[in-house]
Structures are given as C-alpha cells and as structure tokens.
C-alpha cells in the first residue's frame, strides 16, 4: 500500500528544548537534541501533510519541504502554536518545554559575590495540555519519558493533558531516548488500544507514529 496517508491533513510539531533566559549571557535549558521532533516533522511530510515544525534551538537541519519556525523560550513557542493552530488536524507535542523559567530577566550582565544566590523561577505554560484543552476535532499526540511506572505515569498524562495518544519511552534504558538516534516506543492511546514499537532508529519510528495517526484519523471519518 503506497498511498499517502495525510495528504490534505496539517500537522503541527514542537521539538527541541526551550531556553530561558536569565540574563543577557544565562539560561536554563535541557539536553532535548530535537532529533524525534524532526523525524516526526520529515516522515509527516513524506505522507503528504502540510507540515509546521516548531522548534527550540537545535543543531538539525531544517527539513525539506516543511514550513520550520525557530524560538528560543516556551513563550515564544507557545505564542506561535496559539496563532497558528486555527486549522491543525493533527498536534504532536515533542518539544522537551523547560517547566520554569526565571521570574525575572535581568538586563545586564549579573554580577557575582561571594554569598549563595537564590533565583525565582515561575512555572512555563503546559503547551500540550492547552491544545488538548481546546474544544476541536484535531488529534492530540504527547511524549512522555519517564524512569520508572512507564505505563502509570503515561496514562495519567494521556488523561490530565486530554490526549488522543502519548508516545512513552523508558528513559532508564541505556543508549536509548535523549541524545540518541534510537528509541523505543509504547503508544497508548485514549480508547485503551496499546502498542509497543520495539527499538528502531527514530526515522523508523516516526513513520510507524504517522502510519498509526493515519489509521485512526480514517476510522474517525
Ligand atoms: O508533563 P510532561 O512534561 O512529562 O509531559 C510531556 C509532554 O507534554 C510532551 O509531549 C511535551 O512536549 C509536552 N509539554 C508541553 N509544554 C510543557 C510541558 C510539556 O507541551 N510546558
């Protein structure tokens, strides 16, 4: 079967880490390489979709044939979804979103002193959860990497951020997930449907990601 199976659809991708801020030189980020984000945002457009990569700072190359915006801090990438998500059928969080970020940016340099420093962080909007909030037919699709109670942990996101599906990875498993350019994934889905996809490079798995939306968007219509 060589038929595309999101031709027509707009896929919306957020990949990479978020950086904060905390003063003109500092920030708080996180080691998210974007490579899931991408592979996801290229097999999406090699399935016909119109796609919008969204994306923290990465050293990845923009891929063809996608429309790639570039932020730096969760503001920034949150602002972007919420303009452009109008006409999204298909949203798939995959961005590493730092949760803080400072409460304060200074404007200059902070200068040290010998004395401990404390800095207040203030909680970043939950991207994700605020698409899965809103009253639309669009399909929702998380990530959560988790270290332990992989399925539990999953569920209970699947459930409070209101999404069609969570894409889980055990992150206690060496050379897999983070930095790597491999991964394994259980997908788990609202209606209780589960399925592993065994360890496989991150391209491989972002093409069964998009085969599996696919099928579902099809049975919903
Ligand atoms: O709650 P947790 O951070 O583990 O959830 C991970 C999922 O939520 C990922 O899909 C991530 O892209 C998304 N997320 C988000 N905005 C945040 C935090 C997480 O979109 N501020």
């Excluded at 990438?77 to 590493?96: E, L, P, Q, R, T």
């Excluded at 788990?188 to 599996?212: N, P």
Aim: glycine share 6%.
């Amino acid at each position: 079967e060589c038929e595309k199976k999101l031709q027509n659809k707009v896929v919306m991708i957020t990949a990479g880490p978020t950086v904060e801020a905390i003063d003109p030189v500092r920030y708080i980020s996180n080691h998210s390489s974007g490579k899931m984000g991408y592979a996801l945002a290229r097999a999406a457009q090699l399935e016909g979709a119109e796609v919008r990569l969204v994306s923290g700072p990465v050293s990845l190359r923009d891929p063809h044939g996608v429309t790639t915006v570039r932020v730096t801090s969760a503001k920034q990438m949150f602002d972007y979804v919420k303009s452009n998500i109008a006409d999204v059928d298909v949203f798939i969080g995959c961005a590493a979103v730092a949760d803080y970020t400072p409460v304060e940016v200074a404007s200059q340099k902070i200068k040290k002193n010998d004395d401990e420093m404390t800095l207040k962080l203030k909680r970043n909007p939950d991207i994700l959860a605020w698409v899965g909030e809103q009253q639309a037919t669009r399909f929702v699709v998380g990530f959560a990497a988790e270290s332990q109670s992989l399925k539990e942990f999953a569920l209970k996101k699947l459930q409070k951020k209101k999404l069609d599906l969570i894409c889980a990875n055990d992150i206690s498993q060496q050379g897999l997930g983070f930095n790597s350019d491999n991964n394994q994934l259980l997908l788990l889905y609202r209606d209780g449907q589960e399925k592993l996809l065994d360890i496989a490079t991150k391209d491989a798995l972002a093409a069964d990601i998009m085969q599996e939306i696919g099928e579902h968007l099809k049975q919903r219509s």
